[in-house]
């Protein structure tokens, strides 16, 4: 997390592993975290906004291969600006009645999800 933190001691009290594909520019964070204890939560929501928004400050993505889903659907815009009104007319042209993974990518209705993370 070192190189997350931009170089500054860890700020996070949870344990934390870099795993994946790194030669391609993709990696995963695994946090070791309890689900049922909100100050726990909340720190990892924070440590994961962090990470985005240094990805996206780096000129990278705030997802790799597993897609936007909910947890990251907030960063969207700042990532890909005016593309994602591209994307929601997609979507509704091609699912009208928004029965395709609801809620996942873009918000038909023109919202932004707040990325909650997900127990």
Same mark, same amino acid.
């Given at each position: 997390? =070192?190189?997350?933190?931009?170089?500054? %001691?860890? !700020?996070?009290?949870? %344990? !934390?592993?870099?795993?994946? *594909?790194?030669?391609?520019?993709?990696?995963?964070? *695994?946090?070791? $975290?309890?689900? &049922?204890?909100?100050?726990?939560?909340?720190? !990892?929501?924070?440590?994961?906004?962090?990470?985005?928004?240094? !990805?996206?400050?780096?000129?990278? @993505?705030? @997802?790799?291969?597993?897609? $936007?889903? $909910?947890? /990251?659907? /907030? =960063?969207?815009?700042?990532? *890909?600006?005016?593309?994602?009104?591209?994307?929601? @007319? $997609? /979507? /509704?042209?091609?699912?009208?009645? &928004?029965? @395709?993974? %609801?809620?996942?990518?873009?918000?038909?209705?023109?919202?932004?999800?707040?990325?909650?993370?997900?127990?």
């Amino acid at each position: 997390m =070192y190189c997350l933190n931009q170089g500054r %001691p860890r !700020a996070f009290s949870f %344990p !934390a592993t870099i795993v994946g *594909h790194v030669g391609d520019g993709n990696f995963d964070v *695994h946090c070791v $975290i309890d689900p &049922n204890n909100p100050l726990e939560m909340e720190e !990892a929501r924070r440590f994961s906004e962090q990470t985005v928004e240094r !990805a996206l400050g780096m000129s990278g @993505t705030c @997802t790799g291969e597993h897609g $936007i889903g $909910i947890g /990251k659907m /907030k =960063y969207l815009a700042e990532e *890909h600006g005016p593309a994602v009104d591209v994307m929601r @007319t $997609i /979507k /509704k042209a091609l699912d009208p009645d &928004n029965r @395709t993974n %609801p809620g996942k990518l873009v918000n038909v209705d023109d919202t932004v999800d707040d990325g909650d993370l997900q127990a």
